[in-house]
């Protein structure tokens, strides 16, 4: 039963994140994410985690205290994937940037982003 209640209430999120894209996006997203289970022989209908991100509660105390002035790159082919590695910095008050999100992008399509 509390398997079933998870189950529907992981879909609802699902599906209202879903709901920022338009048709054309969730077809791109579809299509990738059908391509990549076909690569990798595996089931179209299994859960996939198409991009990871992450940070640390000391990375996200800077970027409260400097977010002014926020720096965003995303750098090709840094993996065996080829897939993007996003960066988010700021800069701090004696002008060093630090790096304080770093993400792993399924690709450079526009939904990504």
Not at 72 to 81: F, G, L, R, S
């Amino acid at each position: 039963m509390l398997q079933k209640v998870v189950d529907k209430a992981e879909q609802e999120f699902y599906d209202q994140a879903i709901d920022v894209y338009n048709e054309e996006e969730k077809n791109d997203i579809y299509s990738f994410c059908v391509k990549q289970c076909n690569a990798m022989n595996v089931d179209p209908s299994s859960k996939m985690v198409i991009g990871t991100a992450w940070t640390h509660k000391y990375l996200r105390r800077i970027a409260k205290a400097y977010g002014d002035v926020i720096f965003v790159d995303a750098t090709e082919e840094t993996n065996d994937e080829e897939r993007p590695l996003l960066m988010l910095l700021v800069r701090k008050s004696l002008m060093n940037q630090v790096v304080v999100l770093q993400a792993v992008l399924p690709n450079n399509q526009q939904w990504v982003y």
